[in-house]
């Protein structure tokens, strides 16, 4: 967590908190995981004022020319800032501003740039046969070729099921494994999708679609 903290004219402490995930390997220590929700935060501790607070969020995304590009912005000025999964690039830099607007008072701004983790890339995973029968056909799974180099991986494959429910059919450090599959959706032609994702040790993850007849 980074906290950046200063006061208003009125007395009252502002915190400007980042939560980053805990979990951090090589070089990539206080970088933010892009697979990952990322939750910001301000607060005015104090008690000498009673003036509505607005929080303005702006987040910048670093251009290839190293200019900076509105990414992404709060319209409701809450104090909460939030990310979904996703929403971020890998291996990219954000800035971060916050605007604190109080009645009365000159706004005030404070900035935080980040950087993303590296996913897992460069890589695949494979399953063959690519048709086969449902309970019967021993299917195999094969992931390789995943950067970073010197690494262990995690690889969990899902399938999702009746009610877009999905099943957890493998979960672990081995990328070889085999494993059977249920029926298809007899409307979509019997075909499923495997979904497959590669997570690193700090928990930067990709996915994959691997479609298959069964």
Request: net charge negative; proline share 8%.
């Given at each position: 967590m980074i906290v950046v903290a200063y006061r208003c004219a009125c007395a009252i402490l502002v915190i400007f908190s980042i939560f980053f995930s805990n979990s951090f390997v090589l070089n990539d220590r206080l970088n933010?995981?892009?697979s990952a929700p990322l939750t910001i935060s301000?607060?005015?501790v104090g008690y000498s004022c009673d003036d509505k607070v607005e929080y303005r969020w702006i987040l910048y995304e670093q251009a290839k020319d190293a200019g900076w590009t509105e990414f992404l912005n709060n319209s409701e000025y809450s104090k909460v800032f939030a990310i979904d999964p996703k929403t971020l690039k890998d291996n990219t830099k954000y800035r971060?501003?916050?605007t604190v607007l109080l009645s009365g008072e000159t706004p005030s701004t404070s900035v935080q740039v980040f950087k993303t983790t590296v996913a897992p890339r460069d890589g695949s995973c494979t399953i063959t046969p690519d048709t086969g029968?449902?309970?019967y056909t021993s299917f195999e799974l094969f992931c390789f070729g995943w950067f970073a180099l010197n690494e262990s991986f995690t690889y969990e494959v899902e399938i999702v099921g009746d009610g877009d429910i999905?099943?957890?059919?493998?979960?672990?450090l081995t990328n070889k494994e085999i494993f059977v599959l249920p029926q298809g959706n007899a409307s979509n032609g019997y075909l499923s999708?495997?979904?497959v994702f590669v997570s690193r040790s700090n928990g930067a993850?990709?996915?994959l679609d691997i479609p298959v007849t069964v």
């Open positions: 933010v995981i892009p301000a607060d005015y971060l501003e916050l029968e449902a309970v999905p099943y957890t059919l493998y979960h672990g999708h495997v979904k993850t990709s996915e």
